[in-house]
C-alpha cells in the first residue's frame, strides 16, 4: 500500500515565525508533489507543487523535495493567523493515482 | 467557469438506502477523481478516472461504484449505506499528468 505520513500535530508556532511542515512518501516511483491548505469545513487548495529535487519558492512558502529520502517539506516564512489551518501533502505516481497523508493541523500564535 | 462542482451539498440517508452523487467539471481535465475525508484521516481515495472510459480503484473502493459518463462528469454511487460511510466526499480533477488537483466543494453525507 502506497502511503504518505505526516505529523498530524497541532504544530503550534509564534506569529512571525518560520513553520516548517514535513512529509514522508513510500512510493519510489512518485512523480510529483503537492502541498494543500484546507480551512475547516472548507475543500483543500493547493498551496506549492514540486516536481523535481531541490527547493522551490513562492512567495512565503518555500517547497523542498529530496528523492533519495522520500521527503517532502514545506516552509511557510513570517507566519501569520491567517495561515493556521491543515495541510496536507500528495503524491502522484505514473499511475495517476494521487494519494494524500493525513494532514498537519498548524496554529500561528499571535 | 465553475470549475468543479458537486451535487448534493448535504444529504441524510438511512442504512441501506442508495443514492448517487454527481460531480461535473467545466475545465476540459482528463482525470478525476472521488475522495472521502474523514475526522484525522485526511481525504482518502475512494476511485479515480485518469481518462474518459476508464475508472480504478483506489485505497477504499468497497460499497463504492463509479461512473464516468463522459469527459465533464463522474459519479459515485453507494448502492446500500452504511453508517461507516459517513463522511465528507470530495471530487477533484486534472487537466493532465503532473498538475494539481481542483476540488469541488464537497458533499457533507450522513447514514443513519
Known amino acids: 500500500q502506497k502511503e504518505v505520513e505526516q505529523n498530524s500535530g497541532p504544530l503550534s508556532v509564534p506569529e512571525g515565525a518560520i513553520a516548517s511542515l514535513n512529509c514522508t512518501y513510500s512510493?519510489?516511483?512518485?512523480?510529483?508533489f503537492f502541498w494543500y491548505r484546507q480551512y475547516s469545513g472548507k475543500s483543500p487548495e493547493l498551496i506549492m507543487s514540486?516536481?523535481?529535487?531541490g527547493d522551490k519558492e513562492d512567495g512565503r512558502f518555500t517547497a523542498q523535495l529530496n528523492k533519495a529520502s522520500q521527503y517532502v517539506s514545506l516552509l511557510i516564512r513570517d507566519s501569520q493567523p491567517s495561515d493556521s489551518a491543515t495541510y496536507l501533502c500528495?503524491?502522484?505516481?505514473?499511475?495517476?493515482?494521487?494519494?494524500f497523508g493525513k494532514g498537519t493541523r498548524l496554529h500561528i500564535l499571535p | 467557469n465553475a470549475g468543479v462542482t458537486q451535487t448534493p451539498k448535504f444529504q441524510v440517508l438511512k442504512t441501506g438506502q442508495s443514492m448517487t452523487l454527481q460531480c461535473a467539471q467545466d475545465?476540459?481535465?482528463?482525470?478525476m477523481y472521488w475522495y472521502r475525508q474523514d475526522p484525522g484521516m485526511g481525504l482518502r481515495l475512494i476511485y479515480y478516472s485518469a481518462s474518459e472510459g476508464t475508472t480504478d480503484k483506489g485505497e477504499v473502493p468497497n460499497g463504492y461504484n463509479v461512473s464516468r459518463l463522459n469527459k465533464r462528469e463522474f459519479s459515485l454511487r453507494l448502492e446500500s449505506a452504511a453508517p461507516s460511510q459517513t463522511s465528507v466526499y470530495f471530487c477533484?480533477?486534472?487537466?493532465?499528468?503532473?498538475?494539481?488537483?481542483?476540488f469541488g466543494p464537497g458533499t457533507r453525507l450522513t447514514v443513519l
Open positions: 475545465m476540459n481535465h482528463n482525470s
Open positions: 500528495a503524491s502522484r505516481g505514473r499511475d495517476d493515482k494521487i494519494i
Open positions: 477533484a480533477s486534472t487537466p493532465t499528468s503532473y498538475n494539481e488537483q481542483f
Open positions: 514540486i516536481y523535481s529535487n
Open positions: 512510493d519510489r516511483v512518485s512523480q510529483s
